[in-house]
């Protein structure tokens, strides 16, 4: 681990991390999304054998009830009664996330409101890489389907073997996934933004993947909702001398076998910092004078997860505004968080935290105003629309409001 402090050039290179996606990339994304909107299925073909290495048919895209029901025998029946316990946990955390549709009155027979609706249709992807990511499964679905949407897609890259992972489908398959399709990569965002004859079209788009992936979700957010630009995981940890440095080394070891995973020890113990660099080889220890600073350097780099392992955290997490996930404690590492806890891993990263929060109920619900004005209560606002609708020259707009009071309109009622 480098130690450096937070006026070194390092340390500004780690607040920009988050820098937009290389024009190698970029450029590439965009033509993949442009043949699948022009090509459709036969561009996931073509992409599938070039990317992938497997040849599939239009036909073999979706993953067949006889194969969802053969990956039930190739796991574990102990994997089953874990996923239970986890299902439970997550569960119980977003349902507390629910809220009402609700009404005010504002005089005169003005009544104003909000509905909550949720999403018609949601496409999950989840990456493949040499293991399988079956939380990521439950930590997207879960929320989705809590909040009520009528539809869940989900989109994986197939293996060697034409197949997905036997783990990803049960786990899909107890959560009651409609449709699991065999696309990876840029060209399966393509496909749920602008939908192709096969793979249907989504309204949002949710899950984490590699650059590609990322930068596929950054060009088509306006086709459909995104539910936020994640990059490589990241692990903030703020430590002191009554940490203990066994726990601090191996939280920052296991952030370290995430691909591209980043992970920083905020300390002012020099001493930690010393058996902790001798530990960990990956990752920065920033020095600060003061858990203050320590703070400051935080809220900065506004990092996707943070643990907070001092003696006194609720102190420290007071003055926090910025992170995806807060792990309070010396029993709290981010794995919890990863797995089991409940709130959902799909987080922030590269500094979005300062505007984005992690993956909750309301990215799935829609919030719809409802205003109903009576007679009386137009007539007492027709001056204010009138003047306004003037000084934007928008004379329909009064006229709108005005025809409703002209005795001639009322004597035409009464006929």
């Known amino acids: 681990m480098k130690i450096i402090r937070s006026s070194s050039k390092q340390f500004s290179k780690l607040r920009e991390r988050n820098s937009a996606s290389k024009e190698r990339i970029v450029e590439s994304v965009r033509r993949i999304i442009e043949d699948v909107r022009l090509h459709g299925d036969d561009a996931l073909i073509k992409y599938t054998k070039k990317f992938d290495k497997v040849k599939l048919n239009p036909k073999q895209f979706r993953v067949s009830e006889s194969e969802t029901s053969g990956a039930y025998q190739d796991i574990s029946p102990d994997f089953i009664n874990t996923l239970k316990i986890v299902i439970e946990n997550v569960t119980r955390f977003y349902k507390?996330?629910?809220?009402?549709?609700?009404?005010?009155?504002?005089?005169?027979?003005?009544?104003?409101?909000?509905?909550?609706?949720?999403?018609?249709?949601?496409?999950?992807?989840?990456?493949?890489?040499?293991?399988?990511?079956?939380?990521?499964?439950?930590?997207?679905?879960?929320?989705?389907?809590?909040?009520?949407?009528?539809?869940?897609?989900?989109?994986?890259?197939?293996?060697?073997?034409?197949?997905?992972?036997?783990?990803?489908?049960?786990?899909?398959?107890?959560?009651?996934?409609?449709?699991?399709?065999?696309?990876?990569?840029?060209?399966?965002?393509?496909?749920?933004a602008l939908g192709t004859k096969v793979i249907p079209k989504v309204d949002k788009i949710i899950g984490p993947g590699n650059d590609y992936v990322t930068e596929a979700k950054r060009q088509v957010f306006g086709y459909v909702d995104i539910d936020m630009i994640a990059g490589p995981s990241e692990l903030v940890i703020i430590a002191n001398q009554y940490s203990n440095p066994v726990y601090v080394a191996a939280d920052l070891k296991a952030q370290g076998e995430h691909f591209k995973g980043?992970?920083?020890?905020?300390?002012?113990?020099?001493?930690?910092?010393?058996?902790v660099k001798h530990e960990v080889e990956k990752g920065y220890i920033i020095l600060v004078k003061n858990l203050e600073e320590a703070c400051e350097v935080t809220n900065i780099?506004?990092?996707?997860?943070?643990?907070?392992?001092?003696?006194?955290?609720?102190?420290?997490?007071?003055?926090?505004?910025?992170?995806?996930?807060?792990?309070?404690?010396?029993?709290?590492?981010?794995?919890?968080?990863?797995?089991?806890?409940?709130?959902?891993?799909?987080?922030?990263?590269?500094?979005?935290?300062?505007?984005?929060?992690?993956?909750?109920?309301?990215?799935?619900?829609?919030?719809?105003?409802?205003?109903?004005?009576?007679?009386?209560?137009?007539?007492?606002?027709?001056?204010?629309?009138?003047?306004?609708?003037?000084?934007?020259?928008?004379?329909?707009?009064?006229?709108?409001?005005?025809?409703?009071?002209?005795?001639?309109?009322?004597?035409?009622?009464?006929?």
């Open 262 to 275: 980043l992970a920083i020890l905020v300390t002012n113990s020099k001493k930690l910092a010393k058996s």
């Open 96 to 192: 507390k996330q629910f809220r009402k549709d609700w009404k005010m009155s504002g005089g005169d027979g003005i009544v104003l409101g909000q509905r909550h609706c949720p999403l018609d249709c949601v496409g999950v992807y989840v990456p493949s890489g040499t293991v399988p990511l079956v939380s990521s499964v439950y930590m997207t679905v879960l929320p989705a389907k809590i909040a009520g949407v009528k539809k869940v897609v989900l989109l994986t890259p197939p293996n060697k073997y034409c197949s997905v992972d036997p783990h990803i489908l049960v786990v899909a398959n107890l959560l009651k996934v409609d449709e699991i399709y065999k696309i990876g990569g840029a060209q399966a965002i393509a496909a749920m």
């Open 301 to 415: 780099l506004a990092p996707e997860h943070l643990q907070i392992m001092v003696k006194s955290p609720q102190k420290v997490l007071k003055k926090i505004r910025n992170a995806g996930a807060i792990f309070i404690g010396p029993y709290t590492p981010t794995a919890v968080g990863d797995y089991i806890a409940g709130p959902s891993h799909v987080l922030p990263t590269g500094g979005t935290a300062k505007f984005f929060s992690g993956l909750n109920l309301n990215d799935f619900i829609k919030n719809t105003h409802v205003i109903s004005y009576s007679k009386k209560a137009l007539e007492r606002m027709r001056e204010p629309v009138e003047k306004i609708s003037g000084i934007e020259g928008l004379k329909g707009h009064s006229e709108s409001v005005k025809i409703r009071f002209e005795e001639k309109q009322d004597e035409k009622k009464k006929d």
